[in-house]
């Protein structure tokens, strides 16, 4: 379209920026237990959006995500607590503890597709659970680890959340790279058509595991900042229902458009905070409003906004034909 | 002694066993006819045995309350499903998978908060019937006699079901619109209604279950939420829609938990995982099922 390719850079991203700037001054006017909330939020958004990577781009439904999320976690917490090293270094070797396990993980798994990938993942990640759960020698068991050691830099929730943000929006810069490129597509085309894709003669086989690694080593980062925040960790974070609530994020926001697991992870954790504010009962009501949501928004809240959108453009572009 | 110790862990895996066969069993039969994921499965059971903890309150924990109770309750739960899958489910069939995956997720987790509501937070159980208030001899050592009505009321089931899907009319109608919908609608048969009397029929087995552990276990909300997955690694061990399959993956997983807790009792729970490894890496497809291609 040649109307579009005038657009500049700017004018392309409006909303993208707008977003940006508002949670950039967000924790200025704001009370502290917001900022933690948005800081929680960006973090189970990260989650969400990695296993989108395999869910969303892939096709393949994982529900043994959260397994990475927990080896994250833990990764950072037994690295600062035991060996007493550096809080930058438990960083970054979470997500790299977590991309091994997901390449382990990932070798036997994406050979499967559907119910059968979605049960091995879940076996393995239920493994990973159960000696969590179990092995109080080295994981504490299920009293988890509480009292991580936070510099004093992050003390404050505010520079957390700053760190947070600008790690949550490299990640997000990382995501959106890898799946324009060649092998974004690729793996867009393998989930569209194997056979076509192994007929042409791709590695599909490489290319899944490929994915599942990046996606591993993105949710292992998320559980190392989320330990963080909490200052603790616990098994749960890796228990199969915490991967079955980020596929529904990602389901409820819209698995085909790039932020629609940041929409569903934002729009879940809110209604589970603010509904648990006036009722026990909040799974019901969280309950209802999916199904409410499954029968008039099929595409999610995402792929709701983005077909208005994309409707209102096309209007405007195309003249009405009679 | 230790032979009685093999023996007695050996009983108490089939017990298991059963009540996990009773939840994989409606969950395959929903997967082999109507294709969907049916998480809300673990729900159904869960509410299978507060409704049944419901009913034999009201009967007054008699003999024959327990019996009536077996027939009523099942029933009532599935009649509740029945009515959700043909206002909420029957729409999606057509749609994305995942849509449906989503869907049920909603029913489980809001059948999880109303059982809450309805019989409160506290762990209940219900009073075991008088004629089963006393052990049986074997080889000489006492056990339950409940638990081997239960493994006897697995195998019936089992028995029951299979003649059901195999030697009935509506059986064969199933098993028509599971391999060919749009074919089995144009020979005349309907089968929206179909699909709603499997999806029924699957939610008794769950709920048959649920509430035969009833008198048996405490019950919790939560129950069904582990019950549903351990359901779903059974049917997937088994081979997706296979019922003899159901049967002895149930009885593996069943096992493999009982003789667990002898060798490595803080590791019992990730022994079945293990095994679940196991055989997706080995035969993807399940003991049962058809063999699929890997690439």
Redesign the interface.
Same mark, same amino acid.
């Given at each position: 379209m040649p109307q579009k390719a005038k657009k500049g850079f700017l004018a392309r991203n409006r909303w993208l920026l707008i977003g940006v700037a508002f949670f950039a001054v967000f924790p200025l006017w704001t009370p502290v237990i917001w900022i933690h909330l948005a800081a929680e939020i960006f973090i189970i958004a990260l989650f969400a959006m990695s296993l989108n990577m395999i869910l969303g781009r892939g096709g393949l !439904?994982s529900f043994g995500h959260a397994c990475f999320y927990c080896v994250g976690g833990y990764t950072t917490a037994l690295l600062t607590m035991k060996l007493h090293l550096h809080i930058s270094v438990a960083i970054i070797s979470a997500p790299v503890i977590a991309a091994l396990f997901a390449a382990i993980i990932g070798y @036997?798994s994406v +050979? /499967?597709t559907g119910?059968?990938f #979605? $049960? /091995?993942t879940? %076996? @393995?990640s239920?493994?990973v659970w #159960? $000696?969590a759960?179990?092995?109080y020698g080295f994981t504490k068991g299920d009293d988890g680890i509480t009292g991580i050691p936070v510099p004093a830099a992050f003390q404050a929730i505010t520079p957390y959340y700053y760190f947070v943000f600008v790690i949550l929006l490299v990640c997000l810069i990382l995501i959106r790279v890898v799946q324009n490129s060649p092998f974004g597509n690729a793996i867009v085309a393998i989930r569209e058509n +194997?056979e076509r894709v192994?007929f042409s003669g791709l590695k599909?086989?490489h290319h899944l595991w490929l994915n599942f690694v990046i996606a591993g080593f993105f949710a292992g980062l998320a559980g190392s900042l989320l330990a963080l925040l909490n200052r603790a960790v616990f098994p749960d974070f890796g228990y199969?229902?915490k991967s #079955?609530g980020a596929?529904?994020m990602c389901?409820?926001g819209g698995?085909g458009v790039f932020i629609g697991p940041i929409v569903g992870a934002a729009a879940i954790t809110l209604l589970e905070h603010y509904i648990s504010i006036y009722t @026990?009962?909040?799974?019901?009501a969280? %309950?209802?409003?999916? $199904?409410i949501l499954? $029968?008039s928004l !099929?595409g999610g809240i995402g792929g709701f906004f983005q077909d208005r959108l994309r409707g209102r453009e096309e209007k405007r572009r195309t003249p009405e034909v009679p | 002694m230790t032979g009685w110790v093999l023996m007695s862990q050996f009983l108490s895996g089939l017990t298991t066993a059963m009540i996990y066969f009773l939840i994989a069993a409606g969950l395959t039969l929903i997967l082999g006819v109507l294709k969907i994921m049916n998480f809300a499965q673990g729900g159904i059971y869960m509410l299978g045995a507060y409704t049944c903890y419901t009913f034999i309150k009201a009967f007054g924990g008699t003999n024959s309350g327990f019996w009536l109770t077996l027939i009523i309750a099942p029933i009532a739960v599935a009649a509740f499903f029945c009515i959700l899958e043909a206002l909420l489910m029957r729409r999606f069939y057509e749609k994305v998978a995942l849509y449906m995956l989503l869907l049920t997720y909603g029913i489980l987790i809001a059948t999880y908060d109303m059982a809450r509501m309805i019989w409160g937070w506290i762990i209940k159980t219900a009073p075991m019937p008088p004629m089963f208030q006393r052990p049986v001899a074997i080889f000489g050592h006492p056990f339950p006699l409940y638990n081997v009505f239960l493994i006897f009321m697995g195998f019936f089931m089992f028995f029951l079901i299979w003649i059901v899907i195999r030697k009935t009319a509506w059986g064969k109608t199933m098993r028509a619109a599971a391999d060919d919908r749009e074919m089995t609608a144009a020979l005349g048969i309907n089968v929206p209604l179909v699909f709603t009397s499997v999806f029924g029929f699957g939610a008794w087995i769950a709920a048959m279950g649920g509430a035969l552990v009833a008198p048996m276990a405490g019950m919790a909300a939560d129950m069904g939420i582990d019950a549903g997955i351990i359901a779903f690694i059974v049917v997937v061990i088994a081979g997706l829609g296979s019922l003899p399959g159901a049967l002895l993956a149930a009885l593996i997983c069943g096992e493999v938990q009982a003789f667990g807790i002898l060798v490595l009792p803080e590791l019992a729970i990730a022994f079945m995982y293990l095994v679940l490894i196991v055989v997706l890496i080995v035969r993807p497809w399940g003991l049962f099922g058809k063999p699929i291609t890997i690439k």
């Open positions: !439904p @036997f +050979r /499967l119910i059968h #979605a $049960i /091995l879940l %076996g @393995f239920q493994l #159960a $000696i759960h179990k092995w +194997r192994t599909v086989w199969w229902t #079955a596929v529904l389901i409820f698995v @026990f009962y909040w799974q019901l969280l %309950g209802c409003l999916i $199904i499954v $029968i !099929p | -």
